[in-house]
């Protein structure tokens, strides 16, 4: 079995590269683990709205639950801020559809997909990385392949057989445990996060809303703390006398937030999406990242097969720093900012900032605001306020 191009993992980034590469001619083949992609998730669903138009992935209904239009954060002492829009601003998926579709979409633009497909080691010919190795429905299959793609996920092994250095120390990634359950009284059309070293030590407790009155309800926490985020998460509901006798799912994962691959391609190996730890570290969330990635990987995939040159895949890694690297720096700063914080701090923070802080705070572009709030009679007050905020300029 011979393609031009096997991607390993049909989550969000997977099925992209495949789309994108399929469309320009080339035979790829789109293989998961899983027996039926999508399921189970491992995820709280959320992604700003601009995506489907930024990687031109149709507005369908099938799998956005529900649309969102804003995000209220809490602080340890109750204090919030709000960002409220007139018009949608961001929607809760369901994966379990959207996944499938994504592979759906790659098939019709030309990938064979083959679900329950797990990759078990690199296929190697006189030193040479000629494809994978891979179980499929039980059965030890080889597929040749000019180029192999990562997008394996968090516990990615594929880049590191390949060489691909991708470590990084546990601090660097978060905990998180879900649960899609029945919950009352949290305004639908907005996201709610919940902040507080005795809330959520480095994360945040989350309310996703997929209904009415259900939502995908969870924690991300350092996964280095000697508690485990269920631990918080049952703390949390139970300090809020939320009931939990109506839960539909439990969601594990690990999240990356922190830890960016330096060289994401090995000879004709490339990483992307969790596996390459392409993930905002502030608020955990790495779809639009691996979309983002996948879309710069598929476009040197493409030029490297059209001109028989596989050195040009190297451009993937060059151009993703370039792009979304400096952000991806300041993110990671930003949040190595907040971990410093008391819960004093949050209060004082979450008090001072307003919706369009917040926002430019989640998406990197904080100097403004960070400016402005070292002005703050509360922060000035403060010389270790200060230091913090002086640390990011
Ligand atoms: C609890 C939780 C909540 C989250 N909430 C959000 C959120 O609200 N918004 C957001 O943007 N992000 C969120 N994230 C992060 C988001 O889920 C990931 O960043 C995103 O799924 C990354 O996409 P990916 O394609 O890189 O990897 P994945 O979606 O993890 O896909 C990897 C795929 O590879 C397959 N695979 C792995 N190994 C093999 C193998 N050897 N052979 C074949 N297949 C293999 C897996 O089965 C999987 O389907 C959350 C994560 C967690 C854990």
């Not at 639950?65 to 809760?92: C, F, M, Q, W």
């Not at 730890?277 to 955990?284: A, K, L, S």
Request: proline share 4%.
């Amino acid at each position: 079995m011979k393609y031009d191009v096997v991607v390993v993992g049909s989550g969000v980034a997977g099925p992209i590269v495949a789309r994108d590469v399929a469309k320009a001619g080339f035979s790829v083949l789109l293989v998961d683990k899983k027996p039926a992609i999508g399921t189970p998730k491992q995820c709280a669903e959320g992604i700003n709205v601009n995506v489907f138009k930024e990687f031109d992935i149709p507005y369908d209904k099938r799998f956005i639950n529900r649309e969102i239009y804003g995000a209220r954060i809490y602080s340890p002492s109750g204090y919030t801020a709000e960002l409220r829009y007139d018009k949608v601003s961001g929607v809760i998926l369901e994966r379990k559809v959207f996944d499938k579709m994504l592979a759906y979409y790659a098939a019709k633009a030309g990938a064979d997909v083959w679900a329950r497909t797990e990759v078990i080691d690199l296929l190697r010919k006189e030193g040479k990385i000629m494809g994978v190795k891979a179980k499929h429905e039980g059965e030890l299959v080889e597929i040749e392949a000019k180029i192999i793609v990562a997008a394996d996920g968090v516990e990615s092994t594929v880049a590191r057989l390949a060489g691909i250095n991708t470590y990084a120390p546990p601090h660097e990634f978060d905990s998180a445990y879900e649960y899609e359950m029945i919950i009352e009284g949290y305004d639908p059309d907005l996201i709610h996060l919940w902040f507080g070293n005795e809330i959520a030590p480095r994360g945040y407790v989350w309310v996703f809303p997929k209904d009415e009155d259900r939502a995908n309800v969870g924690i991300g926490i350092n996964s280095d703390n000697e508690k485990t985020a269920k631990y918080y998460l049952d703390k949390w509901l139970k300090e809020n006398n939320i009931p939990t006798k109506k839960i539909l799912e439990i969601n594990v994962g690990l999240v990356p937030v922190g830890g960016f691959v330096r060289e994401l391609v090995k000879e004709n190996v490339a990483v992307v999406g969790d596996a390459a730890r392409q993930v905002n570290p502030v608020h955990g969330g790495g779809m639009y990242e691996a979309m983002k990635a996948a879309n710069i990987l598929a476009k040197w995939i493409v030029k490297a097969l059209e001109e028989e040159n596989l050195e040009l895949l190297k451009n993937y890694t060059k151009e993703w720093w370039e792009v979304e690297g400096p952000k991806m720096e300041r993110l990671l700063k930003l949040r190595r900012a907040m971990e410093k914080l008391t819960d004093e701090d949050i209060d004082v923070f979450v008090q001072l900032l307003g919706g369009t802080d917040l926002e430019k705070l989640a998406g990197g572009n904080y100097f403004e605001v960070v400016k402005a709030l070292m002005k703050h009679p509360k922060v000035l007050m403060s010389k270790r306020r200060l230091e913090i905020l002086k640390a990011l300029l």
